[in-house]
T-cell receptor
């Protein structure tokens, strides 16, 4: 079975642009979470979605938004990109999204802002 | 607030020795504690996890212990091998939804 898949793998943007990152969860998983990982740090929670509804939001500005589709795939959108948005963006899926469920990560999208 | 402290930040051991990484969490309602291994340029890989109703869990050379009273949990790797070299992250769940709070990471180096 395929694991969590993310696209694109790498992306280079300039300040002020917007970006859309995509994630497909493990088959059968209904919850997707997004994390930002800056070099040398642990992942930071951005959003969680379950059954197309937002279940949680981390401490990120409104420039960050996300949604989940009927097939449980998800998109993360970031507007008005800043240099500080350069990071590895990770998607994780779990079956129900409950707090005691394992989350499995994709390979991430490495976003570089010039 | 929500916080996970992880120590040490770097750990170097000889092949065959044991390695221990310790974490402390702040939210007493946390009920799930996974450990991830991340090799350079790769995804965080779930290696073991423990729920709050269990004190210890073991999987071959890897074990995790949980002390809910002290809000501590630890990863133990025995008979370390060079392929165990990676960055290890602990995490704690927040009781609402699937938010994980991660520690700062421990870079483990196993020297042959």
């Amino acid at each position: 079975d395929a694991g969590v898949t993310q696209s694109p793998t790498h992306l280079i943007k300039t300040r002020g642009q917007h970006v859309t990152l995509r994630c497909s969860p493990i088959s059968g998983h209904k919850s997707v979470s997004w994390y930002q990982q800056v070099l040398g740090q642990g992942p930071q929670f951005i959003f969680q979605y379950y059954e197309k509804e937002e279940r949680g939001r981390g401490n990120f500005p409104d420039r960050f938004s996300a949604r989940q589709f009927p097939n449980y795939s998800s998109e993360l959108n970031v507007n008005a990109l800043l240099l500080g948005d350069s990071a590895l963006y990770l998607c994780a899926s779990s079956y129900t999204g409950l707090s005691n469920q394992p989350q499995h990560f994709g390979d991430g999208t490495r976003l570089s802002i010039l | 607030g929500e916080n996970v402290e992880q120590h040490p930040s770097t750990l170097s051991v000889q092949e065959g020795d044991s390695a221990v990484i310790k974490c402390t969490y702040s939210d007493s309602a946390s009920n799930y504690f996974p450990w991830y291994k991340q090799e350079l340029g790769k995804r965080p890989q779930l290696i073991i996890d423990i729920r709050s109703n269990v004190g210890e869990k073991k999987d071959q050379r890897i074990a995790v212990t949980l002390n809910k009273t002290a809000k501590h949990f630890s990863l133990h790797i025995t008979e370390t091998q060079p392929e165990d070299s990676a960055v290890y992250f602990c995490a704690a769940s927040i009781h609402q939804g699937g938010k994980l709070i991660f520690g700062q990471g421990t870079e483990l180096s196993v020297k042959p």
